[in-house]
C-alpha cells in the first residue's frame, strides 16, 4: 500500500510539473488514504463514495500581482526559487463514479468541518468522515456533490484525544537577517463563574503568547463595560501559569481569583507574527489546482462552490474584499459563495499583522479586534463619516472582470450581535443598499446563530429559539449550484429593510415589541465603532495602536417585530407563518454570570404562547392562545402543510425535506400543548 501510495504521488507530481508554469502555486498533491466512505454504502443513484487523504504543497509568489494583498507575505522566507512554500492537509469526500460533480469546499471552522454537521444533521466523529453514520442523513451525497476540507489557520486549540483537526503551518514573517518581529498584542477574555486561572486566548483557539516569558512589562486591566476606562492590576498580584496541556493557550493566575461582571484584557508584546492571509491564498490555490486537474481517475470538476459557516463565512468575505477569489492566472477560484451566519464582517480579522481569526465581537467583549469593518455592502456605499466610496467586492472580479456569484444568509441574532443590517444598508442605517447583481441577501427571521438545542436556561434567562433554518439552507445551496451551473435565478433577496418598516432601531423594537410575554427586549444591540490602529494598518495590516482609537459607531438595525414579537420580513419559514410562541434572535444573561445587560452571543429565545384562552387570562399574555389560532391539532397540521407547500414554491424548501419540516413542527406542537407552563425547563422543547 505504502509503495502504490508514492508511485501515485509521483506520477501525480510529474503531471502537475508537466501541465503548470513554474510558479504554479499548488506544487505538489500528495495522497496518502484512499478508502470507500461510509463502508461503500450507496447514495441513491449517485452510488458510492470515497475518501481520500493527502497533502497540498503550495510555492506562492510574493512578487504576484494576485498576491499583493497578502499582508507580511513578503516576509515569509523563501526557497532559492524566491517563492513562500508551506503546505496543508485535505480530505475529500467524492463519488467514485465523479463525472459532472460539483466540488463544493467547506471552510473549517477552529478546524472542524462544518458542513456534514448543520446540512447532513451529523457532524463527523473526530473531525474524520468515515462511517456510515459520519454521512449524516447523506444529503450532500445524495446530490452528488465533491466534498473538499483543508486547512487555513493556526489557532487551533488543541484537541480531545483522537481527534484530527484541520491546522496549517503557516509561514511566519521575519525581519531583515531573518530576525523576529515583535509587536503589542492584546487579549479580551471573561469567566461566567468565579474562577482562580483563566484562559486569555479566545474561543476554543490560540493567541500569541508574551515574546518573554512571565513578561514583567505585560498589562492585565479590567473594566465593567467595553468602553468604559481600562484599570490596571498591580503585576504583583498576577501571573502567567503553564497551558492545561502542551501547546494549549496560555493562562493566568490571579491572586483573589477572576469574578464575573468583568471585562479583563491582557496585553504584551509578541513575536513571530503569522502571514495568516497564507491561508485564505491556500484556499484559493487549491480549489484552482482542483478546477484544472483531473484527479486520481476522476475529471475535473464541473464547478467548484465554496460554503463557510459563521467565522468561516467572514472568512469568504475576507477573501472576496482581498481578490483573493482570483487565482496567480486571473481567474476565480470559485464560481459560487454560500455565507452562512456571517454577519456584517466580510471584512473580518484575516489578514494583518498579529492577527487572531479566533477573535470577533459580540455585544460584550472583543471590540477591539479587526473585524467589521467599511465597506460592507456588495454594491457601492459610501461612508458619510470618511466620505469613502466602495464595495465589499471592488478587488473581488477577474480578469474578465466577473465575480462569483454570492448568498448571505443571516439569521436574526446576527441582526442583534453581529451588525447583520449593514450588509444591505449605508454605514449610518439611514438607508437601503440594494445587493449587486449576482448577489442574494437572505435573513431566516426569528432564529438564531445555530438551530437551538440547549436544554436548559443557563447562562441565559430564556429557553433558546427553535427554529430550524437549516433546511432552508439545503434548499439554497441547491439553487447556488443550479445558478452557478445553468444560470437560472435563485430565490429573490429576502431581506428587512428601512423603506418598508422591517428595519428598526432598537429603541424603536423595544416600543413595538408585545408587554407581558415573558421576554425583556435588551437596551441595545452590537454596533462597532471604526477602528483607528494607526497610520500602517490600512495600507500594510501593521497595528501601531493596541488598543485602538475608535471613532464613531457604525449604525447597525434590528428586524421590527410583529403584534407577536416575531420578526417580520426576510424568509418566512413555517415557524414564522404558523407560530406557537414567540422566536426572538436575542437571549439576555443570567445576572450571576455577570453583564445582564448583554445579549448572548449565539442565541436566541423562544416563550410559547398560553395553550388557551384561560391560561392566557390568567398570565395577562396579550397573544391569542393556540386554542384560538388553531382550535384542533388538525387545524394547525393543515396551516403547517400548506405554509410548507408555500415554501416549497418560493424555493426556499426542499420537496423531500416537507415531511421532516411538518414533523418538527408538529413534533414541538404536541409538546407545547403537554407542557406545564409552570414547569421552566426547556427540556419540553426537544424530542427524544
Not at 474584499?321 to 496567480?328: K, N, R, S, Y
Request: glycine fraction near 10%; include cysteine; proline fraction near 9%.
Amino acid at each position: 500500500m505504502r509503495r502504490a501510495l508514492r508511485t501515485a504521488t509521483m506520477v501525480l507530481a510529474a503531471c502537475v510539473g508537466a501541465a503548470l508554469p513554474a510558479r504554479a502555486a499548488v506544487e505538489r498533491v500528495e495522497v496518502t488514504e484512499r478508502t470507500p466512505f461510509a463502508g461503500g454504502m450507496s447514495f441513491a443513484t449517485v452510488g458510492a463514495y470515497e475518501k481520500i487523504r493527502g497533502v497540498a504543497h503550495f510555492a506562492l509568489d510574493p512578487n504576484a500581482p494576485a498576491n499583493a494583498r497578502i499582508v507580511d507575505l513578503k516576509l515569509a522566507p523563501r526557497d532559492a526559487r524566491g517563492l513562500v512554500v508551506f503546505d496543508s492537509p485535505f480530505i475529500l469526500l467524492r463519488p467514485v463514479k465523479a463525472e459532472g460533480s460539483t466540488l463544493l469546499y467547506d471552510v473549517n471552522n477552529r478546524g472542524n468541518i462544518g458542513i456534514l454537521g448543520q446540512v447532513n444533521g451529523r457532524s463527523p466523529a473526530l473531525n474524520d468522515p468515515t462511517t456510515a453514520a459520519d454521512a449524516g442523513d447523506g444529503f450532500l451525497m445524495r446530490h452528488g456533490f465533491s466534498l473538499l476540507f483543508s486547512a487555513w489557520t493556526w489557532d487551533v486549540a488543541p484537541p480531545p484525544a483522537g481527534a484530527k483537526p484541520l491546522v496549517l503551518g503557516t509561514p511566519i514573517a521575519r525581519g531583515p537577517g531573518g530576525a523576529a518581529i515583535t509587536g503589542p498584542v492584546e487579549n479580551e477574555f471573561t469567566v461566567d463563574a468565579p474562577a482562580e486561572v483563566a484562559v486569555y486566548a479566545g474561543m476554543s483557539g490560540l493567541t500569541y503568547e508574551p515574546a518573554t516569558p512571565d513578561d514583567p512589562k505585560a498589562v492585565l486591566t479590567i473594566r465593567a463595560r467595553p468602553d468604559d476606562p481600562r484599570i490596571p492590576l498591580a503585576r504583583a498580584s498576577w501571573r502567567f501559569v503553564a497551558p492545561a496541556q502542551p501547546g494549549g493557550p496560555g493562562r493566568v493566575r490571579l491572586d483573589g481569583g477572576f469574578s464575573p461582571g468583568v471585562i479583563y484584557e491582557l496585553t504584551y508584546v509578541a513575536k513571530d507574527p503569522k502571514v495568516t492571509a497564507a491561508g485564505l491564498a491556500g484556499i484559493r490555490d487549491l480549489l484552482a489546482w482542483f478546477r484544472d486537474h483531473p484527479f486520481e481517475g476522476a475529471p475535473a470538476p464541473k464547478q467548484e462552490l465554496i460554503y463557510g459557516i459563521s467565522q468561516s463565512g467572514r472568512l469568504i468575505g475576507r477573501m472576496l474584499h482581498d481578490g483573493l477569489d482570483v487565482d496567480e492566472t486571473g481567474r476565480l477560484a470559485f464560481q459560487g459563495a454560500y455565507l452562512e451566519v456571517p454577519g456584517g464582517g466580510g471584512s473580518g480579522g484575516f489578514n494583518s499583522r498579529f492577527v487572531q481569526p479566533t477573535r470577533h465581537p459580540s455585544m460584550l467583549q472583543e471590540h477591539d479586534h479587526p473585524s467589521d469593518a467599511f465597506p460592507f455592502t456588495t454594491a457601492p456605499s459610501k461612508d458619510p463619516v470618511t466620505g469613502q466610496t466602495a464595495s465589499l467586492l471592488d478587488h473581488a472580479a477577474d480578469a474578465k472582470g466577473q465575480t462569483p456569484k454570492v448568498m448571505f444568509a443571516n439569521t436574526s441574532t446576527e441582526f442583534w450581535n453581529r451588525d447583520a443590517s449593514l450588509i444591505g444598508t449605508t454605514p449610518d442605517g439611514g438607508h437601503d443598499v440594494a445587493p449587486a447583481a449576482g448577489v442574494r441577501l437572505y435573513a431566516f427571521m426569528g432564529s438564531q446563530h445555530y438551530v437551538g438545542r440547549s436544554h436548559v436556561r443557563a447562562p441565559y434567562l430564556s429557553c433558546v429559539s427553535t427554529t430550524d433554518h437549516y433546511l432552508p439552507m439545503r434548499a439554497l445551496i441547491l439553487a447556488l449550484d443550479r445558478w452557478t451551473a445553468t444560470g437560472a435565478e435563485p430565490p429573490p433577496s429576502a431581506y428587512p429593510q428601512i423603506a418598508n418598516g422591517g428595519l428598526l432601531s432598537v429603541a424603536a423594537y423595544d416600543a413595538a415589541f408585545p408587554k407581558g410575554v415573558g421576554l425583556t427586549p435588551p437596551t441595545d444591540n452590537l454596533h462597532e465603532q471604526r477602528l483607528d490602529f494607526g497610520p500602517r494598518f490600512e495600507s500594510q495590516g501593521i497595528a501601531d495602536r493596541i488598543p485602538p482609537l475608535k471613532g464613531p459607531d457604525y449604525v447597525s438595525r434590528v428586524p421590527a417585530p410583529d403584534a407577536d414579537g416575531n420578526d417580520r420580513g426576510g424568509v418566512r419559514m413555517i415557524e414564522m407563518e404558523v407560530p406557537l410562541g414567540t422566536h426572538t434572535g436575542w437571549n439576555l444573561r443570567s445576572p450571576e454570570t455577570g453583564f445582564p445587560w448583554a445579549t448572548a452571543r449565539f442565541d436566541g429565545s423562544f416563550a410559547p404562547f398560553a395553550r388557551t384562552e384561560a391560561e392566557r387570562k390568567a398570565a395577562h399574555d396579550p397573544r391569542p392562545s393556540l386554542a384560538a389560532r388553531y382550535p384542533t391539532r388538525e387545524a394547525y397540521v393543515a396551516k403547517v402543510k400548506a405554509a410548507a407547500a408555500a415554501q416549497v414554491k418560493a424555493g426556499f424548501l426542499l420537496p423531500e425535506d416537507v415531511d421532516r419540516a411538518v414533523a418538527e413542527n408538529v413534533g414541538l406542537y404536541d409538546r407545547v400543548m403537554a407542557h406545564n407552563p409552570a414547569d421552566q425547563s426547556c427540556e419540553y422543547l426537544f424530542g427524544s
